[in-house]
């Protein structure tokens, strides 16, 4: 029996009375009593070699464990599992507490945690929200899993920014490559947590799902010794992650990463990081103005006959609509102009005696110079900026007067529209556009700013669309006015 090999078997035959000792002889030579027959007062014992047991590694969280507060219920710290309940709930009144979360989405947390997840909480917003979930399941190796469930958070797509994290990670302006996110940003966390994150734990895909029990039979899969079949899933428990916990917090330099532009991420990350961010040499840097110059530059050097007609044709609707944007101008110069002759006062004739004639050498004729193209193509950017602002603030004007005003998007799209006129204000001052016009062009931003100014700017109020007064459909009146500017597509901005 010593040298009985796993899945080799022995026939013994032995006298019924020498059962007991039988037993306990197959037990210390770590076997087992497959199968045992008994005919005349004679055992007949089919024994088999156990297999070694599988030593399953489990290790203890970080001291801090779980690192970040928030709307979640702690379990069993060696399970392999964590839950993710994706709420819709007005933004700035997330629930504290879980039990104070709406009923059905409590209960599924709930029912994780009792079935044996270490951790089943909500998540709302798909940057700071995140972020919490990978400061708490880094700080626990044991966690293996990551089951999102749920519907899907309208206007956040926090569902998605976890897929998307999970699957692309996130570019060098710690932006979640992929997401469909508004804001998907992961600023106040550490690189090494974002990458051990992704590492770590596997994706248990149930967005849309808000059956009990489907997210109760997933989490029972997940802790199974044997690979365990669960809709496309084969779900088992392989251990703890092979490197220690992570413990880490959020820094809080980023309190709101939903207020951030686009461009204003470098110079964050900058403050963030600490470093200069890395500069890519001129020669690989050219950027469509100046290549468009060039390509211009060119075109003068070849003969005429070389041009294409697809070429004229482009130029020909280049000129047209520069002809456009001057011919708005104009009109606005020449409205200006109207006014200030009407404040003058009125002509009358008055008899005077006559003078003897007196010789005046007229004054030189000064010539308008003539602008280069860059200065037209200029000059129709802003042109165009300025219309794209003045329709999205009438729209923000109208959503003001509706249920709007007392929602969170307003001022969040509002202080969006702000941060965009100051920095068209910046571009233009550094612009070639001819000063005449660049007077009237800041005059018109800086009346944008009023009106925008006018606009609510409390983001803590709650959204009206999921506070259930907003019955428009998964749309928004206020995010949409403003998506109104990328309908603006040419000409291309004169500055970096």
């Given amino acids: 029996m010593a040298d009985l090999a796993v899945g080799d078997t022995l026939r013994i035959v032995f006298d019924a009375s020498l059962r007991e000792k039988m037993e306990n002889l197959v037990a210390e030579r770590d076997s087992e009593i497959l199968q045992m027959d008994s005919e005349d ?220 532009e686009e461009w204003e991420i470098n110079d964050l990350l900058k403050k963030i990081e600490g470093e200069e961010a890395p500069v890519k040499p001129p020669a690989a840097v050219k950027d469509e103005p100046i290549a468009r110059l060039e390509e211009v530059q060119l075109e003068k050097k070849r003969e005429p006959g070389v041009i294409d007609q697809q070429k004229l044709v482009a130029v020909g609707k280049s000129l047209a609509k520069i002809a456009e944007g001057l011919n708005e101008i104009a009109k606005i110069l020449m409205g200006e102009a109207a006014e200030r002759v009407a404040e003058l006062p009125g002509e009358e004739r008055v008899k005077v005696g006559v003078r003897p004639r007196i010789e005046v050498e007229a004054p030189p004729v000064v010539e308008e110079v003539p602008q280069t193209e860059a200065q037209e193509m200029a000059t129709l950017y802003f042109a165009n900026q300025l219309k794209g602002f003045s329709g999205v603030l009438a729209a923000l004007e109208a959503c003001d007067q509706d249920i709007c005003h007392d929602g969170c998007t307003l001022p969040n799209v509002a202080i969006s529209v702000i941060k965009r006129l100051s920095k068209l204000q910046k571009d233009l001052d550094a612009s070639s556009v001819v000063e005449p016009r660049k007077q009237v062009m800041t005059a018109h931003i800086a009346d944008f700013l009023t009106k925008a100014r006018a606009l609510p700017q409390d983001v803590d109020r709650p959204c009206q669309k999921t506070a259930g007064n907003c019955k428009i459909g998964s749309g928004c009146f206020a995010s949409g006015a403003l998506k109104m500017m990328k309908l603006i597509t040419e000409p291309p901005s004169p500055t970096p």
């Fill in 41 to 260: 007062g004679v055992l007949t014992a089919i024994i088999g070699k156990e297999a070694p047991a599988i030593v399953m590694l489990k290790v203890s969280p970080v001291a801090d464990y779980p690192t970040e507060p928030g709307c979640f219920l702690r379990g069993n710290d060696y399970s392999p599992v964590a839950v993710v309940v994706l709420l819709n709930a007005p933004y700035g009144t997330l629930p504290p507490e879980v039990q104070n979360a709406p009923p059905e989405i409590e209960k599924l947390a709930r029912v994780a945690v009792e079935t044996g997840a270490a951790l089943a909480g909500t998540l709302q917003t798909e940057n700071i929200g995140i972020e919490k979930i990978v400061c708490n399941v880094v700080g626990n190796p044991n966690i293996r899993y990551l089951v999102l469930c749920g519907e899907e958070v309208h206007g956040h797509n926090s569902g998605t920014a976890v897929k998307a994290l999970l699957a692309n990670g996130i570019n060098e302006k710690r932006t979640i490559s992929g997401s469909e996110a508004v804001t998907p940003y992961l600023f106040n966390i550490p690189l090494e947590a974002i990458e051990r994150f992704r590492e770590q734990v596997a994706l248990v895909d149930l967005v849309g799902e808000m059956d009990p029990a489907v997210i109760a039979k997933a989490v029972w899969s997940c802790y199974q010794e044997k690979p365990t079949p669960f809709k496309d899933y084969m779900l088992h428990d392989p251990g703890a992650y092979s490197e220690a916990g992570i413990s880490c917090t959020l820094t809080g330099k980023v309190k709101h990463p939903e207020e951030i």
